[in-house]
């Protein structure tokens, strides 16, 4: 597709479930990020790839938290026993180029709900 | 500490009245702003942006502003019309050539008919 896309669009998991939210970026982009955005936030890093190379995942709130993105173009983070506190929209933004003045384009979004 | 503030949840606005959205930031090493647009239930949308060579970018009916000596930059929207109605995030780039983007809490503009 022409855009970035993201699967599923919403997700219910039980807490303590494990779940895996996918991010098709753009195709040929360098740059991946997640981002979670809570209600009425706005949107906080997670981690950022570029190409394979995992080379920030400051953001990730805990070790419960786990991004790859083995061949450099899906990705999939996962959640291990999800809390309450997980619940979120996570987003997943891909850039074209390594360098600074380019816009991040965004996916819709994976709207989790821990029950 | 914020590094990148919107002070103003919300702001309402005439359509065809000129809508302004404010937004400070912090953290002077990067120089590289962008807007984006939020409709509910997609993701952000970009919108337009600055860099700190500028003190101004125009786009139609969107301009941005910056202030480098104030750490502010603002949006303006002029004529502002319903579809405008949505959430703004003010976004820094950060982290230089990584490019990370720092975003604020977002101001949710309504644009009455």
Redesign the interface.
Known sequence: GAG?S?SPRYKVAKRGQDVALRCDPISGHV?L?W?QQAL??????LT?F?NEAQ??KSGLPSDRFFAERPEGSVSTLKIQRTQQEDSAVY?C?S?PL????????????TRLTVV | DQQ?K?NS?SLSVQEGRISILNCDYTNSM?D?F?W?KKYP??????LI?I?SIKDKNEDGRFTVFLNKSAKHLSLHIVPSQPGDSAVY?CAE?Y????????????TKLSVKP
């Open positions: 970035v993201q740059s990020f981002y009425g936030q706005g949107p906080e890093f950022y570029q080379l920030d987003l933004a850039r390594q360098g600074m003045n380019t816009e991040a384009f965004f996916g819709q979004g | 990148v919107q949840p990067f590289y962008l984006y239930a997609e993701g952000p949308t970009f942006s860099s995030f780039n982290g230089g050539s990584q490019g990370n983007l720092i975003f604020g809490k977002g």
